[in-house]
T-cell receptor, first 115, second 114 residues
Framework: KAGVTQTPRYLIKTRGQQVTLSCSPI?????VSWYQQTPGQGLQFLFE???????NKGNFPGRFSGRQFSNSRSEMNVSTLELGDSALYLC??????????????FGPGTRLTVL | GNSVTQMEGPVTLSEEAFLTINCTYTATGYPSLFWYVQYPGEGLQLLLK?????DKGSNKGFEATYRKETTSFHLEKGSVQVSDSAVYFCALSGSSGGYQKVTFGTGTKLQVIP
């Protein structure tokens, strides 16, 4: 079974631009979660989508948004980029069950650098 | 809310040394517990998990036992290798605010020297 894929793997943008990152979950997984990872803040939860609906949201400004398509693929968008948005963005997929045993599987991440 | 506390790193060990990375948690109900590993430049990989009290998760020589009485899930390995150098994250999945949510610790960097 193919794992979680994220595209692109690396991205360089300038302040004020916007960016869209893509995530394809493991086949059959209906939940996709997004995380931001930085050396200073660690792993921070952005949002979770299940069946095209945002099910949970972290504490990030409205510049960060996402969506999920009917095939469970997900995109996240960051508008008006700031230097502090430079990070590794990780996507994780799971079956999406309302159960604590539901395991998340992570993609390799997209490394975003804002200049 | 739920929380996970891991020992601060970095942890530096010689090859073949014994490894313990402490992890304690706070949660309501019956969470599942996980250890993830992140190698340089990569995403997180599931290392092991335990879904109920007294369960032992194990993989690649690593072990962790779900201790409800001490709310702990310490990661251990009897003999580390240079290839084990990575960042290790403890995590729990449980109910928080009506949702199933995964909460991660801050990560512990392990460096193994030959």
């Amino acid at each position: 079974k193919a794992g979680v894929t994220q595209t692109p793997r690396y991205l360089i943008k300038t302040r004020g631009q916007q960016v869209t990152l893509s995530c394809s979950p493991i086949s059959g997984h209906r939940s996709v979660s997004w995380y931001q990872q930085t050396p200073g803040q660690g792993l921070q939860f952005l949002f979770e989508y299940f069946s095209e609906t945002q099910r949970n949201k972290g504490n990030f400004p409205g510049r960060f948004s996402g969506r999920q398509f009917s095939n469970s693929r997900s995109e996240m968008n960051v508008s008006t980029l700031e230097l502090g948005d430079s990070a590794l963005y990780l996507c994780a997929s799971s079956l999406g069950q309302y159960s604590s045993t539901d395991t998340q599987y992570f993609g390799p991440g997209t490394r975003l650098t804002v200049l | 809310g739920n929380s996970v506390t891991q020992m601060e790193g970095p942890v530096t060990l010689s090859e073949e040394a014994f490894l313990t990375i402490n992890c304690t948690y706070t949660a309501t109900g019956y969470p599942s517990l996980f250890w993830y590993v992140q190698y340089p430049g990569e995403g997180l990989q599931l290392l092991l998990k335990a879904t109920k009290a007294d369960d032992k998760g194990s993989n690649k020589g690593f072990e962790a036992t779900y201790r409800k009485e001490t709310t702990s899930f310490h990661l251990e390995k009897g003999s580390v290798q240079v290839s084990d150098s990575a960042v290790y994250f403890c995590a729990l999945s449980g109910s928080s605010g009506g949702y199933q949510k995964v909460t991660f610790g801050t990560g512990t960097k392990l460096q193994v020297i030959p």
